[in-house]
């Protein structure tokens, strides 16, 4: 009992620390660019809705990217297929993922943990129920 209480306090800052890192100081994100300030948003713009094919489809990783939970619905593209880390037209086919909404700050960290510019770009796409969403694009050049 006594060795657990002395392991609480030293536990609870290093979840505290954990947490903190994720939502307010993401040293683990690539810098902001320039490419990546361009494509930001106007301050009126409201939230932006993303669709998440790979990593983003994962509730963990949405939490250490954006800096909090966020909840995500299953989501459809159509003529789209997965190809390693990107999506290629297919006529004929559908892409499952997850569609969730961030505002500018979680599209902003969104944009530095897919490398905006320098990786993937990010278009915007019309899904299968008719909606439009930001979908990343791995950029040819940044091909494995």
Do not use: K, N
């Amino acid at each position: 009992m006594r060795r657990l209480r002395r392991l609480a306090l030293p536990v609870l800052i290093g979840v505290w620390a954990l947490w903190f890192c994720i939502a307010h100081a993401p040293v683990y994100l690539p810098a902001v660019t320039p490419a990546i300030t361009a494509a930001q948003p106007g301050p009126d713009a409201g939230s932006q809705r993303v669709f998440g094919y790979a990593t983003l489809t994962h509730p963990l990783v949405r939490v250490v990217v954006i800096g909090r939970p966020v909840a995500a619905t299953p989501a459809q593209l159509e003529g789209f297929t997965r190809a390693g880390r990107d999506i290629q037209p297919d006529p004929g086919a559908r892409l499952e993922g997850q569609v969730f909404t961030v505002g500018a700050e979680g599209l902003l960290r969104l944009d530095r943990y897919e490398r905006l510019g320098a990786r993937y770009r990010r278009d915007m796409m019309r899904l299968s129920d008719g909606t439009e969403a930001w979908v990343y694009r791995l950029l040819p050049d940044a091909a494995p």
